[in-house]
């Protein structure tokens, strides 16, 4: 059975769908503090926090896990620069606690979280496996801290791990069911899709004079559905016995800002206003992935790779949920 840690969350509850899909038996662990208990859908649920080691030694005992999914950490990046302590404490904290539990529950794979901003400011782009990793804000560094430790587990008490470093995970459920419901919400397509919704005055791009071919941030967009579906490859594979690994989760296709706002223009045919705002510290100009590795090694393909795709599903969501999970589903 596989345990999935944070299924409250954005990218948690769409894996659970897509194990509900598959008849792939499983537990979903969330303490609710950022996630929705009406994402859970039909899955089972415990509540309980990581950072209590009882609420996972009960869990352990009671249900024959073989594989963890880690997708319980905080992810803004501007929080992680004010509240350190924060992040360091639920996202690097809260897995020494896991992988503790694990290790005494006789539990030894995991597939975990991880994100490009490992990879800090590029050398080049697409970013391989290979690029040095110097992550520019503390969340990265939470998320690169992970990885070690899990390396280190390995070596030591044979864990083996898939490590997952997401791009820009976007899109929802083409149901219209699940979807982004953060608060604050600071991601772009939620944003943008809000400002056409005219439930925000308008979209702040932040920064205009990138060196790239429109001067704004290109990120890679991948669509959740594509993300969830890498993680059954990935137990799939620990299952088989696999090695540890790691692989980046992207597109290949970078998308700009004016990119992502003419996309939703195009999917809500509504007009989108527009500000140009300074640059948002931290940001890279350039976030591409190569996603070769995954697609060599395990055949994983994005279904939806296309932004209108992306950017229609999401719109779907905040259409049919303009308060996100407080509006009746
Ligand atoms: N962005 C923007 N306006 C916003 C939010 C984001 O121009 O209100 C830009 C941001 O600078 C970046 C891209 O959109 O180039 C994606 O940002 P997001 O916060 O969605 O994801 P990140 O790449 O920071 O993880």
């Known amino acids: 059975m596989i345990l999935v840690l944070g299924g409250a969350g954005y ?3 769409h894996m659970l769908k897509v194990l509900r899909e598959v008849g792939e038996p499983h537990l979903a662990f969330d303490n609710l503090e ?3 208990l009406a994402a859970l859908g039909e899955s089972p649920f415990l509540a309980g926090d990581l950072r209590q080691p009882n609420d996972l030694t009960r869990l352990f005992a009671e249900h024959r896990i073989d594989t963890v999914m880690h997708f319980a950490a905080y992810i803004e990046v501007g929080e992680s620069v004010k509240k350190p302590a924060e992040f360091y404490w639920n996202n690097v904290y809260g897995v020494l606690v896991l992988l503790e539990q694990m290790r005494l529950a006789g539990v030894s794979q995991i597939v975990f979280s991880s994100t490009a901003a490992v990879y800090g400011e590029p050398d080049y782009v697409p970013l391989d496996e290979a690029h040095p990793t ?7 560094e939470t998320k690169l801290a992970v990885e070690r430790m899990l390396a280190a587990f390995g070596d030591a008490y044979g864990l083996r791990s898939v490590c997952l470093r997401y791009f820009n995970a976007a899109g929802a459920d083409p149901a219209g069911v699940l979807g ?3 608060d ?3 991601h772009l397509i939620p944003l943008v899709i809000q ?3 005219g439930r925000r005055p308008s979209i702040k791009i932040f920064g205009d004079d990138y060196p790239t071919p429109d001067g704004t941030g290109v990120r890679d967009y991948v669509h959740v559905l594509d993300l969830a579906k890498a993680h059954l490859l990935a137990v799939n594979h620990l299952r088989r016995g696999g090695a540890s690994a790691t692989y980046n989760l992207g597109t290949g296709h970078g998308h700009s800002v004016k990119e992502v706002i003419s996309a939703v223009e195009r999917v809500s045919g509504r007009p989108v206003p527009v500000e140009i705002a300074p640059r948002r510290a931290g940001d890279t100009a350039q976030l591409v992935a190569a996603s070769d590795a995954i697609q060599r090694d395990w055949g994983w393909r994005p279904q939806f790779g296309q932004l209108d795709q992306i950017v229609e599903h999401a719109f779907r969501w905040f259409e049919a949920h303009p308060e996100g999970y407080r509006t009746p589903l």
């Open 11 to 13: 990218i948690g509850s």
């Open 34 to 36: 950022r996630g929705h």
């Open 134 to 140: 110097r992550p520019g804000n503390p969340y990265g």
């Open 180 to 182: 982004e419901d953060h």
């Open 184 to 186: 604050p919400e600071t």
């Open 195 to 197: 400002a056409a919704l």
